[in-house]
């Protein structure tokens, strides 16, 4: 989501006539686009400014701006604490970036905006992809209200609030186009899409729509929220031709004390049953997930439940995440922290049970034909290029650059633990 806001800034500033400096030392304006989620990114973007606070001193004409989740939670306390800033800009002004910075210009005053009016972010037909681009994320919708106890996105992303079907419609066509292969549908729960437009519309009726268009060839969507998956979506994967065969499905926890606890509203029994249905329409789909470790209150039992429901999920892939407490959430005000040390020790032992995982996952696909759309040279070797399969496996195998922006036949040889190489046929 931040990379699809960044994006957008970048687009609307070259529109304003703004070009790309080289470098920091080159640049007249400088903008940090931060993420909140964890506490990791928001001390990097306070060390980053550290850094920015000294060219501000050798450059004072220097513009710098501080946008995002941080920016949104934090608005004016941040021009107290660095006064190297001229822009605190929050998760609405994604559209108001170029006309904030010329208000600066003109006034040299500093600017805090961080309104959430419910104005559209993501304006129709506002997005130029580049030549040659071949994948693009299109926001179908912003914020959440599902307040997961651990998470931060509700209070810096705001009210749920989807797009017009016709404005995302509008967009995906224009992407395709200027030839762009590949969407990735984009929300905090693409699975509730639709509820508060009117007439409301369902998730998968804007997929049905997004797959009529001409020249689109793949379909993709994150994230899911296990409560939300409808049989309509699963049907969905079974009917329509581009919706490429993978989803991202976070399960968090496999204890139901702890999902309990984590306000997710579903257990982990529930969750198993939507795999195993997944699985019953769409045999080769691929399921990957999310999962925190080091939830307050997370006993030893609990942790044991989740490595159990990971043994039988059959994830293709997870990504875990320590624990981190963010102001303001409920969990944040939960007694019973885990140790630093057992988080570690947890997240490593989670890491090596799912890569046992993964691996056989990806064996399983040895001696397959899969098209692969090849996005790049790979960055093994200049004769090899690296593109992925529907199941969002990276595939990398011996082929001419010209093939870069096509779709090929790959004869999976041999399988690693985050990715597949082949033969071309
Ligand atoms: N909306 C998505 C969902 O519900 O799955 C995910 C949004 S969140 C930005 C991405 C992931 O970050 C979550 O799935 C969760 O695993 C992780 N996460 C969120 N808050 C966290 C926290 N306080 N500590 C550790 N991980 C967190
Ligand atoms: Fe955060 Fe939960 Fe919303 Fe995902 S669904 S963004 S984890 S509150």
Redesign the pocket.
């Known amino acids: 989501?931040n990379e699809y806001d960044s994006l957008r800034i970048l687009k609307s500033l070259e529109t304003a006539g703004y070009t790309s400096a080289s470098s920091y030392e080159d640049a007249s304006v400088i903008l940090l686009n931060t993420?909140s989620?964890?506490e990791k990114a928001e001390v990097k973007v306070y060390s980053e400014l550290g850094r920015l606070k000294q060219l501000k001193k050798r450059n004072p004409r220097l513009i710098i701006g501080i946008g995002g989740c941080v920016a949104q939670q934090e608005g004016k306390n941040l021009l107290q604490k660095y006064p190297q800033l001229d822009l605190v800009f929050g998760t609405h002004a994604v559209p108001k970036v170029s006309q904030l910075l010329s208000r600066i210009k003109d006034t040299r005053k500093k600017i805090v905006y961080t309104e959430m009016n419910g104005a559209e972010i993501y304006p129709a037909d506002s997005y130029t992809p580049d030549e040659k681009q071949l994948t693009a994320f299109v926001s179908i919708m912003q914020g959440?209200e599902?307040y997961?106890s651990?998470?931060?996105?509700p209070f810096v992303r705001g009210p749920e609030r989807s797009r017009e079907p016709a404005a995302i419609v509008s967009e995906v066509a224009r992407l395709a186009e200027r030839g762009v292969k590949e969407v990735t549908l984009l929300?905090?729960?693409v699975n509730s899409y639709g509820k508060t437009l009117t007439p409301p519309q369902t998730f998968p009726e804007l997929l049905y729509a997004v797959n009529e268009i001409n020249g689109l060839e793949r379909i993709r969507f994150?994230?899911?929220?296990p409560r939300d998956l409808s049989p309509e979506l699963i049907q969905a994967f079974k009917n329509l031709d581009k919706l490429c065969e993978h989803i991202?499905l976070?399960l968090?926890s496999g204890s139901d004390r702890i999902l309990d606890r984590m306000n997710r509203t579903y257990t982990a029994t529930e969750y198993l049953n939507k795999v195993a249905a997944l699985r019953a329409a769409v045999p080769n789909i691929s399921i990957t997930s999310?999962?925190?470790v080091g939830f307050p209150g997370e006993a030893e039992e609990d942790f044991q439940a989740t490595l159990d429901v990971v043994g039988r999920a059959g994830f293709d892939d997870l990504?875990?995440?320590?624990?981190?407490?963010?102001k303001g959430?409920a969990?944040s005000q939960l007694p019973e922290k885990v140790p630093y040390d057992t988080m570690v020790e947890r997240l490593e032992t989670l890491k090596e049970k799912q890569q046992e995982i993964s691996i056989k996952k990806n064996q399983m696909v040895i001696g397959q034909t899969l098209p692969v759309l090849f996005e790049s040279r790979s960055k093994r070797s200049p004769e090899h290029l690296a593109g992925r399969t529907r199941t969002n496996k990276v595939a990398n195998c011996k082929a001419p650059a010209d093939l870069i922006g096509t779709t090929a036949l790959v004869k999976i040889e041999r399988a690693h633990i985050h990715s597949l190489s082949g033969k071309l046929i």
């Open positions: 989501m993420c989620v964890r959440c599902n997961c651990y998470c931060i996105v929300g905090q729960n994150v994230t899911s929220h991202h976070p968090q999310d999962m925190i990504f875990f995440f320590r624990y981190s407490d963010r959430t969990a």
